[in-house]
Every structure is written in structure tokens, then in C-alpha cells.
């Protein structure tokens, strides 16, 4: 498998990376340590965590995916096939949320501890802190390259004007900059990405992970009337977001061009993400086994520009 630069950093990734939400909340551990075999074995190495996963769960206290994780590396002879991410930023309950020294201090610590490394390969930002002046967050980041907890940052969620910001306080003082970007974007949720994000991103040479590449599972065609809702515990959410004029237009264009290419929808998603500009890995989650390989099956599918075309006149946003 031919892997990606992160941004100007020294990292190599895969073109597809697993998002670790699902572990510790819609998928045990067992079927987690399987799911994230499978992934090594088909070539893939880039793992996406957060410290709040899955602290929205009931009975859960965040630091769920951190964990299955650490359990699956300390296994062995696995650490060094893998680029590990995490985040740190949201909100953890007793005060525990934004981007200030301690905080990050703090949060890196436990999830060091729970991933049961020494070292995270990507750092990132969960989202903005407007609340802590960017140099503070920023020089306490660098504090963390600089002992070796952390190879390299990133950034989640970060509007276009806080990102340029970040990007130019990095310069002036000297410091570790982001040096990727994870956003919003997929065949349905486009707009804010390709007005703002994705120019900004080309042009200081970020890597792009943006989360939801399926749109939380719409662009499977899982959902496609209000009733299948309750296939997933965010399927109410799902359908509500996406299930629109606009959202069948796209089904029907994912479905013409799978029918005329042997694919699944799911596949032709994907193939539309990894053939934008800037895109570096797209983060994409599944629960069995059998979504895995849909999804690897995504990453040989090459979509010709016919069928490009069709699917950005189904998915216009103006």
C-alpha cells in the first residue's frame, strides 16, 4: 500500500484511517482487537482516538477507546506498524475541557496511560479554545514534542480564520505548528470545507483527516426513510440531518454509479473523498468485519471523471 505524508511532517499514513469512536461503545473488546487486526493485515496503519470517546455513552466516563486500544498494542509487535492519533479539548466532566497548559498536561498523562504508550504519533486539538490565548495552548504542545510524549500536532474542528491564526502564531514564535486538519466533510456535508478549510489547507500543505467520510453511515444507503432509524443507536440523528431531497438525490447517484461499476455505494463515497484535493486520510469507523473490507475495498476503487461529475452535480450545495 502506497502511504500518504502527513502534512510536512515526518509521518506516513495509510489512505483510509479507522476511527476508533466505536471501540469500548457499539463494539466490544474482542470484536475491537479483531476489527484492528484485520486493519494491520490489510495494510492500513492509521488509528484515530480522542480521550472523550465514549464519554456520551450511558455509564461511560470517556477514555473507553483509549483503553481497548492500549489493551490491542500491549498484545505486542504491534506499536511500531501503527500511527497513533488522540485528541484532547472537549469536554470531560469536573471542569476538564479546553486547551490550556494544564489541561493538556494533564489529559495527555491519562491518555499516555491509557493507550499504554510512551508516545503519541499525532497530537491534535479536539476543538478551538477561544477561552486560551493560541501562544499558551501552543507553547504547552511544544513542551510535549520536546520531551518526546508527542511527535507531531494536529488540529479538529478549527474555523478557517482560528486555524490561519494558530498556523502564524506557530511562525512567529518558533514553535511545532498543526500540521494537519480534521473536518467536517463528505459527499453531503460540503460546503464549509470547500469555501473556507480546503484552500487554507492547500495552501500551507496540512494533511486533511476529515471525520464522518460516510456521514455517519447515510452514504452506505443504510438509511433511506425515516423508519430505519433505529438500525443504529445515531440513526435518529442520521436521518434527521441527511434524509432530504438533497440527501436521496445523492443516494440515487452513489447507487447508479455503484450498479455501473460492480461497488456499493459505501466504496464510491470513499473513492469520491480520496479523489479531492488535499485529501489525506479519511476517517471512517466499522463495526464487523464485513464493513472493513468495504472499506478497503474503497481505497482500490478509482472513479472516472464521469462519474466524479455526477455525484458533484447530486451533492451541490448551492
Known amino acids: 500500500m502506497t502511504l500518504r505524508p502527513l502534512g510536512r511532517s515526518p509521518l506516513q499514513v495509510s489512505p483510509l484511517c479507522f476511527g476508533g469512536n466505536v471501540f469500548g461503545w457499539t463494539v466490544d473488546e474482542k470484536t475491537s482487537f479483531s476489527l484492528l487486526d484485520a486493519w494491520l493485515d490489510a495494510g492500513f496503519n492509521f488509528i484515530d482516538t480522542a ?17 481497548v486500544i492500549g489493551k490491542w498494542l500491549r498484545q505486542g509487535g504491534r506499536r511500531e506498524r501503527v500511527v497513533l ?90 514553535l511545532p505548528r498543526y500540521e494537519s486538519l480534521q473536518p467536517l466533510y463528505n459527499l453531503s456535508d460540503r460546503a464549509v470545507f470547500e469555501a473556507q478549510l480546503q484552500p487554507l489547507c492547500r495552501k500551507e500543505g496540512l494533511g486533511v483527516l476529515n471525520y464522518y467520510a460516510l456521514a455517519a453511515g447515510f452514504l452506505t444507503g443504510k438509511y433511506r426513510s425515516p423508519a430505519d432509524a433505529g438500525k443504529s443507536p445515531r440513526g435518529q440523528g442520521v436521518t434527521s440531518k441527511y434524509l432530504n431531497a438533497r440527501g436521496l438525490r445523492i443516494l440515487a447517484a452513489l447507487d447508479a454509479a455503484a450498479t455501473r461499476l460492480g461497488s456499493t455505494p459505501g466504496r464510491v463515497a470513499i473513492a469520491w473523498l480520496l479523489a479531492q484535493p488535499g485529501i489525506t486520510s479519511p476517517i471512517a469507523s466499522a463495526t464487523s468485519l464485513v464493513q472493513l473490507q468495504d472499506l478497503v475495498e474503497a481505497t482500490r476503487l478509482t472513479l472516472d471523471r464521469e462519474t466524479l461529475a455526477e455525484l458533484d452535480r447530486a451533492s451541490a450545495t448551492g
Open 51 to 67: 480521550d472523550v470517546y465514549s464519554r456520551w455513552a450511558p455509564g461511560h466516563a470517556g477514555g473507553e477507546s483509549e483503553t
Open 85 to 174: 492519533a488522540t485528541k484532547v479539548g472537549m469536554d470531560m466532566g469536573e471542569g476538564r475541557v479546553g486547551l490550556a497548559p494544564a489541561r493538556i498536561r494533564e489529559a495527555v498523562e491519562a491518555s499516555l496511560r491509557r493507550l499504554q504508550t510512551d508516545c503519541i504519533d499525532l497530537y491534535q486539538a479536539h476543538q478551538d479554545d477561544e477561552a486560551t490565548p493560541l501562544e499558551d495552548t501552543l507553547e504547552a504542545f511544544a513542551a510535549l514534542v520536546k520531551e518526546g510524549k508527542v511527535r507531531v500536532l494536529g488540529a479538529s474542528n478549527y474555523g478557517a480564520d482560528r486555524l490561519a491564526q494558530a498556523l502564524d502564531t506557530s511562525r512567529r514564535l518558533g
